[in-house]
């Protein structure tokens, strides 16, 4: 089961901090990944984060601005948005799969109920 937080109404220019706490069983061969749909859109790929090495895949339109991290201890990944612009506005999802890392949302079976996250201009 994935839980995410931290959502919120910020502005242009602004950070944020996603987090995505995964319970019950893990393993460390698997993948997490934040995906983001906005109104109207399709779910996109907003990067991905291999649990076990912290390899990471990152979305061009995010690259440079967005940093996946996560506390194994803890059993938590993050999100660390920086530079949010408006068209970053979407219903942010974290999921998770068991294997290598992956950027189609049909390749993930396991879905967080979502967090909006709304940038003003």
């Known amino acids: 089961q994935l839980q995410a937080s931290g959502g919120g109404l910020v502005q242009a220019g602004d950070s944020l901090r996603l987090s995505c706490i995964a319970s019950g069983r893990t393993s460390t061969s698997y993948a997490m990944g934040w995906f983001r749909q906005a109104p109207g859109k399709e779910r996109e790929f907003v990067g991905t984060i291999l649990w076990s090495t912290a390899m990471t895949i990152y979305a061009d339109s995010v690259k440079g601005r967005f940093t996946i991290s996560r506390e194994i201890a803890k059993n938590t990944l993050f999100l660390q948005m920086n530079s949010l612009k408006p068209e970053d506005t979407a219903v942010y999802y974290c999921?998770?799969?068991?294997?290598?890392?992956?950027?189609?949302?049909?390749?993930?079976?396991?879905w967080g109920q979502g967090t909006q996250v709304t940038v003003s201009s």
């Open positions: 999921a998770a799969r068991v294997g290598l890392l992956a950027t189609l949302p049909d390749n993930y079976n396991s």
